[in-house]
């Protein structure tokens, strides 16, 4: 084999897995995003059904629909709950494992990170019986000494509930990301700053957080696009509440339109516009933290 042509053998895999997976599914919802149906008579019989171009109807109605832009801004205030709390608590819990007084290390991290190997419709399945008033432990004890809890599972609360379980599971993930950037921080750096007299809270906001920013960013950007894609947690908790509607989220109405109505054409423009989304999101973050962020990593 010439050697000009084994980088293109040992890509080879990766590119048609990428082809038949990714990119094919991705042209193919476009194309179907720019079609639709047309029924003639009572639809039923050969030819009664042909499929026609619609052009930018679908986007249009997807775009107009009441369920939708319900489902936008209530994604948007779920991921202005979960992506901060998040985020800091994986900060801080990375910073008190890689404190030089921390103790038990491998058990909090495992401890930390075990969350985040339960799959989100186990998690949800047991968080939701622990919401249940009727079978919840928590309000068992707390009717024991005549105290009332509040229902997770009201209309007025349950964006918590589910807040809940993805900030549960995903804090262990983002922790480790950020403990392995601080683990890479040479140890020289910490003795100069004792040195100078810098204590422990000093060490973590000038010397620690700074280093470990471009982890923060990038675990930020994923919880970004995990917030989008929220769908296992609501769908999970929707049999024990009528408080999550068939539309709770935008991939929620995608498949009630896909599966539940038979319209994959509409649930297929939805599907683009929450892909053009994310990326929009993502890229615009990253543009605008980039020279502040990875700044040490281009000089």
């Known amino acids: 084999m010439k050697k000009s042509r084994a980088p293109y053998v040992f890509l080879a895999p990766a590119v048609l897995l990428f082809a038949a997976f990714l990119a094919l599914p991705i042209g193919y919802a476009v194309y179907l995003s720019?079609?639709?149906?047309?029924?003639?008579?009572?639809?039923?019989g050969k030819g009664s059904r042909e499929q026609v171009w619609a052009g930018l109807?679908?986007?249009?109605k997807a775009l107009t629909d009441p369920d939708f832009a319900a489902s936008v801004l209530r994604v948007a205030a779920y991921g202005a709950i979960v992506?901060?709390?998040?985020?800091?608590?994986?900060?801080?819990?990375?910073l008190l494992l890689d404190s030089p007084r921390?103790?038990?290390?491998?058990?909090?991290?495992?401890?930390?990170?075990?969350?985040?190997?339960?799959?989100?419709?186990?998690s949800s399945l047991l968080w939701g019986f622990l919401y249940l008033p009727s079978v919840s432990p928590f309000h068992h004890v707390a009717g024991q000494f005549g105290w009332s809890l509040p229902d997770l599972l009201s209309s007025g609360s349950v964006i918590f509930a589910v807040a809940n379980i993805a900030v549960w599971g995903g804090v262990g993930f983002n922790m480790?990301?950020?403990?392995?950037?601080?683990?890479?921080?040479?140890?020289?750096?910490?003795?100069?700053?004792?040195l100078d007299g810098c204590g422990q809270l000093a060490i973590a906001?000038?010397?620690?957080?700074p280093v470990v920013l471009p982890s923060l960013i990038m675990t930020f950007v994923f919880s970004i696009i995990a917030t989008l894609q929220v769908f296992a947690e609501p769908v999970t908790l929707?049999?024990?509440?009528?408080?999550?509607?068939?539309?709770?989220?935008?991939?929620?109405?995608?498949?009630?339109?896909?599966f539940t109505r038979d319209d994959i054409y509409s649930a297929a423009a939805t599907s683009v516009i929450l892909a053009v989304a994310t990326f929009v999101l993502s890229f615009g973050f990253l543009r605008l933290v980039q020279n502040r962020a990875f700044s040490q990593e281009n000089r």
């Open 238 to 258: 929707r049999p024990l509440t009528n408080t999550i509607s068939s539309t709770w989220t935008p991939l929620m109405k995608v498949y009630r339109d896909a």
């Open 57 to 60: 109807s679908n986007y249009s």
């Open 205 to 209: 906001w000038r010397i620690k957080i």
């Open 102 to 122: 921390a103790r038990a290390r491998r058990f909090s991290r495992l401890a930390i990170f075990l969350p985040y190997a339960v799959p989100a419709v186990i």
């Open 34 to 44: 720019l079609r639709t149906v047309k029924v003639r008579g009572l639809g039923l």
């Open 83 to 94: 992506v901060p709390m998040m985020l800091g608590l994986a900060l801080v819990f990375a």
């Open 176 to 194: 480790v990301v950020i403990f392995t950037a601080l683990k890479a921080i040479p140890t020289e750096i910490y003795e100069a700053a004792e």
